[in-house]
């Protein structure tokens, strides 16, 4: 039991003792984490993690951070705080597994305007689910109040992953090839980028987010935004691990396909992307409607359905396809890697 309590510190808005609290209630949630490996608990000084490194000749770490931006107003107007920690984590672990590097741990940062142990739970609860699904875990992480610089409803959230891989195994733009095939893995909708514009165009405000919608599928507009972003480690790995020569992968996060795609692409290499071959989300073409967006720019901003895209050996296709298939993606064929410098070129 922790004894630890300052009046003083109360009187200027920060109530340690709701700290500890909230750290009791994600004990829980953390432990569903537990990998081979995790050498402490969480509320030391520091998360201890003990990699197994065995069969790696050289083995390199490989750490991405990211948070969840303005999508978190979403999770304060529906006051549903559980989901938007998976998208913490997969912002950062869909990074690192395009360099090919096995999500190891995360660490997350949460400020809040007041602590409220049962809110900051919930929100650890959706990171903890969202390193389950990563397969890595949850060794640590950091809560602050911050009274007077936050209004007592706000909080963000934002936190850091590291990997390994042997770097041998490196996916590297080096390796892409003209004539690849670029295959897409399907989106859960908009995931965790874009939303500040998201938030104009539905004046988010003082939109109705409850009420089901004949053009969302019957689904409210709110459950549709707050849709978690899917995390393709593990669909990833399953390639790996399955013998393909995966030559590159690209999270299509900010900045969409024209500034995502050409990361993984060497000099002198452009992708050819057929739109029509992308399977359509409703929310992209309410969003484009409602917001007057020009095409080019909803495709400059948002993922349009495809999370991440992976560049293949053509006579790999349909290995890796039917490889992803067996670990639940709808993976479609999208593209093909062509001549040119860096472009993104979207064809019909």
């Known amino acids: 039991m922790n004894h630890s309590h300052s009046d003083a510190y109360a009187a200027a808005g920060v109530d340690i003792e709701a700290g500890y609290k909230g750290v009791q209630l994600m004990k829980e949630h953390v432990a569903r984490t537990m990998i081979p490996g995790v050498v402490s608990g969480i509320g030391g000084f520091g998360g201890l993690f003990a990699p197994n490194l065995s069969g790696m000749e050289e083995p390199v770490l490989v750490s991405g951070t990211d948070g969840v931006g303005t999508k978190i107003r979403l999770a304060q107007l529906l006051d549903r705080h559980d989901t938007i920690g998976i998208d ?36 650890v609860s959706g990171v903890a689910e969202g390193c389950v699904q990563a397969g890595c875990a949850l060794i640590g992480g950091e809560t602050a109040e911050h009274p007077g610089l936050m209004a007592t409803e706000d909080y963000d959230l934002a936190g850091f992953t590291v990997g390994v891989v042997d770097q041998a195994k490196i996916i590297d733009s080096a390796k892409v090839r003209e004539g690849d095939v670029l295959i897409g893995l399907t989106s859960t909708g908009i995931h965790s980028n874009g939303f500040s514009l998201v938030r104009k165009v539905f004046d988010i405000e003082h939109a109705d987010l409850n009420t089901p919608m004949d053009e969302l599928g019957g689904k409210s507009l709110g459950e549709v935004l707050l849709t978690p972003t899917k995390i393709y480690v593990k669909s990833v790995l399953a390639l790996l691990d399955g013998g393909v020569d995966l ?41 484009q409607e409602r917001g007057g967006i020009p095409e080019r720019d909803m495709y400059n901003t948002f993922n349009m359905g495809l999370g991440m895209v992976l560049a293949v050996p053509a006579e790999e296709e349909q290995k890796a396809l039917d490889l992803l298939t067996a670990a639940g993606e709808e993976a479609v064929c999208v593209g093909q890697v062509v001549r040119g410098n860096f472009q993104v070129m979207l064809e019909r």
Do not use: W
């Not at 912002?91 to 900051?120: H, Q, S, T, W």
């Not at 999270?251 to 992708?271: Q, V």
């Open 88 to 123: 913490c984590v997969a912002m950062c672990v869909n990074d690192v597994i395009c360099c090919g590097a096995r999500p190891l741990f995360f660490l997350d940062y949460i400020a809040i305007g007041k602590n409220e142990p049962e809110k900051v739970a919930s929100i």
């Open 247 to 287: 030559r590159g992968a690209s999270h299509i996060t900010g900045g969409g396909f024209f500034e995502n795609i050409p990361r993984m692409l060497p000099e002198g290499l452009s992708a050819k992307i057929f739109r029509s071959a992308i399977p359509k989300q409703p929310i992209f073409s309410l969003l």
